[in-house]
Every structure is written in structure tokens, then in C-alpha cells.
């Protein structure tokens, strides 16, 4: 497609629930982020992906939260067992080359909300 | 370190002014300094970028101003247009991993008034 699409646009979880969030990036995109923005803030970095390996996922916040990107095309963020800190919008970007020297593309996000 | 400081958290311009936002970093290792413009409900879009070997660069209403020994960069929004409310974040990107990684500053919440 044109862009990154991401879906859900919106998720509501009960708290202790589990959550998968999709993320199609760019054709023929090597790199993939996840990125997570609280509300009023910039967003903070969680994982990335060259092709299918995830090559840092230094900034997940705990073991609840994995990432994949088995066939290095669609990326999936499971967040399991859900708690009210995990409300955040999570944002995937892809780019082009590994660098990104061309920039990245972020997608509208999934916007989720545990109560 | 990893830290990106911006200013100010909200800014409010007349049209055809100049918005004038700030960042500030720490670590010397960065090596690529974007700015990223987001309306609500969207992800966030690269307006302009730089890197540290050039002090100025230019892409019609945007400049970015960087200064290296002070470690700080801004962005200038001349002739600001009531379309250019959104908010910025500026951010500085590390290879590591080998790709460059987003540290993105707490974002500016621009308004332009008409």
C-alpha cells in the first residue's frame, strides 16, 4: 500500500486481558519500529525489525509485551496480560534501508485503552 | 544521555509570524537530527532533517539551526499559516543495532491564530 496501516485503529481491553496490534508497512520496507506515546508525549522507542530478525528490543517495557515479524512483511505487538499503564497509542514505522537515511513512515497507530 | 529536551511545550504564533521551537541533547554520539510534525490522530510525519557537519538547512518555510558545541537545534517556521497548527517533535536518532533509532523530545503544541 501507500502508506503504513495499522489495525486496530482503537482497542479497548479489560485489565488482564490480552491484545495483539497489527502493523503493514511499506512494501518492500526492510526496517520496522514500534514505537509507544503516552498521552501529551513524544513517542519512546520499543522494538525493531531488520527483515524478520528483531534485532533490538531494548525498550519493551516488560515480558508481557513481544513483537514479531516472521516473514519480515506484517508485524504483530502482543501485550499480554494488559494493565492500566499500557494505555498508550503504539505506532509502527518502516523505511526503506536499514539506515533510514530516506526517513521513516509512521503509521495513524492503534490507540489502546485498558480499564 | 539519551535524553532530548524540547521547549517550549506549547507556543501560540500569529499568522505570518515566526515559531521558533528548541531541542536540546546530550549525547555526542547522535548523528541525525529530524523534525517531525503530528496532527491529532495521525502518526508522526518527518518535515525537515539534518545532520551535525552542516549548521543550517533550509527547505522553504522550514529551517533547522544546529549548533554542535552547544548541542542544541531549532526549528523555524516562517510566515506561519493557521494549517501549521499541530504539534512538533524534534528528535535525534543513534545506530545501534544497525539502524537509527528515534529519542524523541516531549513535543511542542503549536497554534497559529488566524
Known amino acids: 500500500g501507500a502508506g503504513v496501516s495499522q489495525s486496530p485503529r482503537y482497542k479497548v481491553a479489560k485489565r488482564g486481558q490480552d491484545v495483539a496490534l497489527r502493523c503493514d508497512p511499506i512494501?518492500?520496507?526492510?526496517?520496522l519500529f514500534w514505537y509507544q506515546q503516552a498521552l501529551g508525549q513524544g513517542p519512546e522507542f520499543l522494538t525493531y525489525f531488520q527483515n524478520e530478525a528483531q534485532l533490538d528490543k531494548s525498550g519493551l517495557p516488560s515480558d508481557r509485551f513481544f513483537a514479531e515479524r516472521p516473514e519480515g512483511s506484517v508485524s504483530t505487538l502482543k501485550i499480554q496480560r494488559t494493565q492500566q499503564e499500557d494505555s498508550a497509542v503504539y505506532l509502527c514505522a518502516s523505511s526503506l534501508t536499514y539506515r533510514g537515511e530516506y526517513g521513516y513512515t509512521f503509521g495513524s497507530g492503534t490507540r489502546l485503552t485498558v480499564v | 544521555q539519551q535524553q532530548v529536551k524540547q521547549s517550549p511545550q506549547s507556543l501560540i504564533v500569529q499568522k505570518g509570524g515566526i515559531s521558533i521551537i528548541n531541542c536540546a541533547y546530550e549525547?555526542?554520539?547522535?548523528?541525525?537530527f529530524p523534525w517531525y510534525q503530528q496532527f491529532p490522530g495521525k502518526g508522526p510525519a518527518l518535515l525537515i532533517a539534518?545532520?551535525?557537519?552542516?549548521s543550517e538547512k533550509k527547505e522553504g518555510r522550514f529551517t533547522i539551526s544546529f549548533n554542535k558545541s552547544a548541542k542544541q537545534f531549532s526549528l523555524h517556521i516562517m510566515d506561519s499559516q493557521p494549517g501549521d497548527s499541530a504539534t512538533y517533535f524534534c528528535?535525534?536518532?543513534?545506530?545501534?543495532?544497525?539502524?537509527?533509532?528515534?529519542?524523541f523530545g516531549q513535543g511542542t503544541r503549536l497554534t497559529i491564530n488566524p
Open positions: 549525547n555526542t554520539a547522535f548523528d541525525y
Open positions: 528528535a535525534a536518532s543513534i545506530n545501534r543495532g544497525g539502524a537509527q533509532k528515534l529519542v
Open positions: 539534518i545532520r551535525p557537519d552542516v
Open positions: 512494501s518492500g520496507h526492510v526496517s
